[in-house]
């Protein structure tokens, strides 16, 4: 007899010898998709098989691709989607309907993937992400998804994701970030993530800048891809009586907004149908993004987080929106467990840190499990530099996000968050045993 779980925890171990490339990013150009192009040719194409929605941007990804998949659904399509990071279950990435992919059917679009992959002997070069890349198109076909939302790794142009034909782009809000590998300013990190559009084929685009926006519109239009701001036509689509008056964070109001102007501009719905859309998405949120829960057990100890706020958001944006949110939920004051890559250390978090660390009570700085995880005191040294822990009445240093949370249960009547890097977030999640696939 076949032991399926063996075979499962062999495919995930050999997943983790081609190394994470989102722990080990460079800098790539076009032509080092070949290797996920060849890929797929020898896997016969199955990124042929469905319709594709492709999104890029700097924040908001991960959730615009959720709610555009749960309105796929609603609209009578079998949807597949495909995201990353993934916090404590590679089958994170690939859902079926909403649902995690089951061991099984990932165990055996997997195999077949590596078994082709180890053939080719390093050449041409196949990153861990262009190979859960095949794996989530292998997925999609066996599963017989007629609609397919792609999320960008990193960047757009040169991304894996970024070798299919496709009915609909979507740019969410495009910020400071991975500055090493995408450039030094907003329009050469924009010109990576715009990569991802094609000649003909309509894009939605969150807010952005005035600058950029302007930008964006000229650059469109000069390629002939039909361009749609949310912000134009948001309002003119989904009048306000069909909304919710439930306050939401920002980035989720863009998220939603982008979703159901790509759906708009896919299906030209009617009222009824509009409404059906809103209600299938305004209570969609995902784990790690802007995350609260309340009552949290820590089996292994039998103690409670009252409140417990994750959130892997680690540029600029991100963190200003976290203290919006903060701010929004009325949850200072507040334990901050901070853990973040040293490589995100730049000077453009200096003063979203500085607005986090403001109202935080107790400061616990942590290593995240990642070759390039800044050290605590590399991560004190810079919230020093920044002003940030001027104001703070406590800092504690830890190596191990388990301390930090034990350090944490010392003040049980105030909030906990962890929050800078999805690696710590992750960590928080398996070490409390928080179920990824259901809120």
Sequence with gaps: MIDSKKNYTQVLFELEQWGNYESSAQSRDISKLDGIKRLLRDLDNPEKNFKIIHIAGTNGKGLTAAMISRLLEVQGFSSGCYTSPHLVDIRERITINGKFVSENEFEKSASRVLNLAKDYKGTPYLSYFDILTAVAFCVFLSCKMEWVVLETGLGGKADSTNVTNKELCVLTRIGL????????????????????????????????????????????????????????????????????????????????????SAMQILFKAKTKQKQNWVNATQKLTLPGRLDLRHNVLWPKYKKNFKKLLTDGGHNQDALLALSEFISSKNLSPFTLILGMASDKLHDSLKDPLKKL???????????????????????????????????????????????????????????VIAAGSFYLVGTVMHLLGINTDSK
């Design 357 to 415: 660390c403001r109202n935080a009570d107790l400061i616990i700085l942590t290593s995240v499990h990642s070759p390039r995880s800044a050290t605590p005191e590399l991560l004190e040294k810079f919230l020093h530099n920044s002003g940030a822990i001027e104001h703070s009445p406590g800092i504690k240093i830890t190596v191990s996000a388990e301390d930090a949370l034990k350090m944490s249960l010392s003040y049980p009547e105030i909030p």
């Design 177 to 260: 970030d991975h500055q090493e590998v995408l450039g030094s300013n907003l329009k050469q990190i924009a010109t990576e993530k715009m990569g991802i559009t094609r000649t003909g084929i309509p894009v939605i685009v969150n807010p952005q800048v005035e600058e950029l926006k302007h930008w964006l519109k000229e650059k469109f239009r000069k390629d002939d891809v039909p361009c749609f701001f949310v912000d134009d036509i948001f309002e003119r689509e989904f009048p306000s009586q069909m909304l919710s008056s439930e306050i939401f964070s920002k980035p989720w109001i863009e998220c939603f907004q982008a979703s159901l």
